[in-house]
């Protein structure tokens, strides 16, 4: 693996969006990000974590709230990155996801459906 400082400022003047990015590898992604001089959006659901994880990152990093499964919460998200960045990302990582582990008999529509969404119809919507 590269050593970090050596690739600190290459992003310089970059834009990224990361989802998932309150915990785990998508924080990981957000901060790797930053680090090399990029300005992040991170989105997430967990607005405290999000907003707190943020300000670790430092002044390059824009928390936006947002429930993916939630179609109008992922437009007003991305009007709020877009006015932000003052136009499209240039780089976007659609990190987040759920999966539910059941047999098809015991699991919820509701939640099958809720998991299509996270999985395959918000990066659609976010990459739209």
Do not use: K, Q, W, Y
Not at 28 to 43: C, E
């Amino acid at each position: 693996m590269p050593d970090p400082r050596a690739e600190a400022g290459r992003l310089t003047g970059t834009t990224a969006v990361v989802t998932g990015a309150s915990r785990g590898i998508g924080l990981a992604i957000a901060r790797r990000l930053h680090d090399t001089g990029a300005r992040v959006a991170m989105i997430a659901r967990t607005a405290a974590t999000l907003r707190a994880e943020a300000a670790s990152l430092g002044p390059r990093a824009l928390p936006v709230t947002c429930d993916l499964a939630n179609g109008a919460a992922v437009g007003r998200a991305v009007g709020t990155i877009t006015d932000a960045f003052g136009g499209a990302p240039d780089v976007l990582v659609n990190n987040a996801g759920a999966f539910a582990l059941a047999p098809v008999d015991a699991l919820d529509p509701g939640a099958f459906a809720a998991a299509l969404d996270i999985n395959l119809v918000a990066p659609f919507r976010l990459i739209h």
